[in-house]
């Protein structure tokens, strides 16, 4: 069975930052496209960042230059380094991952919450 499990949510100053991590068993990690998703308040989920089995990148337009997501597949576990945090940034942060269906993959994460507040 598989499993995402993201960790490192948290309550955050404007400014400050996060690092998410999210951990995955059951599948063979290495070989897929990872992905952080958010869902902000109010709002459909949107991605934010991924990162493809060799490591490319690419990120919403939103979070260019502040956001970074890495992998580490000995770990098993994709990143989400998140700087210079806003407001705007206040979500559920889910991990996404395995075989694609319409670019997005089928295996999710419970999700993390990060707040940027003062």
């Known amino acids: 069975q598989v499993h995402l499990v993201e960790s490192g949510g948290g309550l955050v100053q404007p400014g400050g930052s996060l690092r998410l991590s999210c951990a995955g068993s059951?599948?063979?990690?290495?070989?897929?496209?990872m992905g952080w998703y958010r869902q902000a308040p109010g709002k459909q989920r949107e991605l934010v960042a991924a990162?493809?089995?060799?490591?490319?990148?690419n990120y919403a337009d939103s979070v260019k230059g502040r956001f970074s997501i890495s992998r580490d597949n000995v770990k098993n576990t994709v990143y989400l380094q998140m700087n210079s945090l806003k407001r705007e940034d206040t979500g559920v942060y889910y991990c996404?991952?395995?075989?694609?269906?319409?670019?997005?993959?089928?295996?999710w994460g419970q999700g993390t919450r990060g707040t940027v507040s003062s």
């Open positions: 996404n991952g395995g075989p694609l269906r319409g670019g997005v993959g089928d295996y």
């Open positions: 059951g599948m063979l990690f290495s070989i897929y496209a």
């Open positions: 990162i493809t089995s060799s490591g490319r990148t």
